[in-house]
C-alpha cells in the first residue's frame, strides 16, 4: 500500500469508488472508502484521514446533513464531489464545514489538482502556529480552540465564517484580492464568486463591528478587496 497522504471516498457508486481509488493510488495516496454516511463516520474517527471525498448522494443520509457530523470530527478538508448543480446546495454544503465542491462530471486531473491545493493548505496551517492567538485592536482569534472574540466576549461563527475570519486576522494589515480570499476560504472553483465574500463579510461586520455601516476592522478596498484594518 502507498504510504502517502490518507484519503477517504465517501461513494456508494462501486465504479465510481473504483476509479477514484485507482486515480489516486496511482498518485501514491492511500485510499480507503465508506458506502453510507454512519461507516463514514466510523471511518473518519478509526482512520484520521487527511481528505475526505463526499458524494452527496448517499442510502443511508443526504451529504449536505453528513458535513457537519464529519466537521465535528476533524479539521480535515472535504471535498464535495456531486451531481447536484444548484448554487444553494453548494452553499448549503461549504457554509457546514465543506472546503471545496466539485460538480460531476469532472477530469481526473481537475480532482487531483483540488486535491493537491487542499493538502498543501493544511500542511501551511500546520505548520502556521495553529495553537497561537492572534490579536488586533478588540478583536481575537484562539486558532488551537477555534474561538473568535471581541474584547472578551466570544463570538459564534459558522465554519465559513470562521475561515474567512481567520483568513483577515493572519494577514492583518495587508489588502487581500477577492480572488485571494475566495480561494483560501472557498476554493480555487469559486474565485470569481464575490457575492459569496460580499455576504459573508457583510456578516462578519454585523457580528464584530460596532457600527456595521461604518466599520472600524473590516475594510473595504474598492475594486479590489479587502483589508483588517490594525490601527
Given at each position: 500500500m502507498a504510504d502517502g497522504p490518507t484519503i477517504l471516498i465517501v461513494e456508494d457508486d462501486r465504479k465510481m469508488i473504483r476509479v477514484f481509488a485507482t486515480s489516486l493510488e496511482t498518485e501514491g495516496y492511500r485510499v480507503f472508502n465508506a458506502d453510507t454516511g454512519q461507516r463514514a463516520l466510523e471511518e473518519v474517527r478509526t482512520r484520521n484521514p487527511d481528505?475526505?471525498?463526499?458524494?452527496?448522494?448517499?442510502?443511508?443520509?443526504?451529504?449536505?446533513?453528513?458535513?457537519?457530523?464529519?466537521?465535528?470530527?476533524?479539521?480535515?478538508?472535504?471535498?464535495i464531489v456531486s451531481a447536484r448543480e444548484q448554487e444553494a446546495d453548494k452553499v448549503k454544503a461549504l457554509d457546514a464545514g465543506a472546503n471545496d465542491y466539485l460538480t460531476k462530471p469532472f477530469g481526473t486531473g481537475e480532482l487531483l489538482a483540488r486535491i493537491r491545493v487542499w493538502l498543501r493548505q493544511t500542511q501551511r496551517a500546520t505548520s502556521d502556529s495553529l495553537?497561537?492567538?492572534?490579536?488586533?485592536?478588540?478583536?481575537?482569534?484562539?486558532?488551537?480552540?477555534?474561538?473568535?472574540?471581541?474584547?472578551?466576549?466570544?463570538?459564534r461563527l459558522t465554519p465559513t465564517q470562521y475561515k474567512l475570519f481567520g483568513t483577515l486576522m493572519r494577514n492583518a494589515g495587508k489588502v487581500l484580492t477577492h480572488e485571494q480570499i475566495l480561494f483560501t476560504v472557498w476554493g480555487p472553483a469559486y474565485t470569481?464568486?464575490?457575492?459569496?465574500?460580499?455576504?459573508?463579510?457583510?456578516q462578519l461586520r454585523q457580528k464584530f463591528e460596532e457600527d456595521p455601516a461604518r466599520?472600524?476592522?473590516?475594510?473595504?478596498?474598492?475594486?479590489?478587496?479587502?483589508?483588517?484594518?490594525?490601527?
Open positions: 481528505l475526505i471525498l463526499l458524494d452527496l448522494g448517499l442510502p443511508d443520509v443526504d451529504g449536505l446533513n453528513l458535513v457537519p457530523q464529519i466537521r465535528a470530527n476533524t479539521t480535515a478538508p472535504i471535498v495553537d497561537s492567538n492572534l490579536e488586533v485592536g478588540v478583536l481575537r482569534i484562539d486558532f488551537s480552540r477555534r474561538l473568535a472574540f471581541v474584547g472578551e466576549r466570544e463570538v470569481k464568486e464575490t457575492q459569496y465574500l460580499r455576504v459573508y463579510m457583510g466599520p472600524r476592522y473590516l475594510i473595504t478596498e474598492p475594486g479590489v478587496g479587502y483589508r483588517l484594518r490594525t490601527s
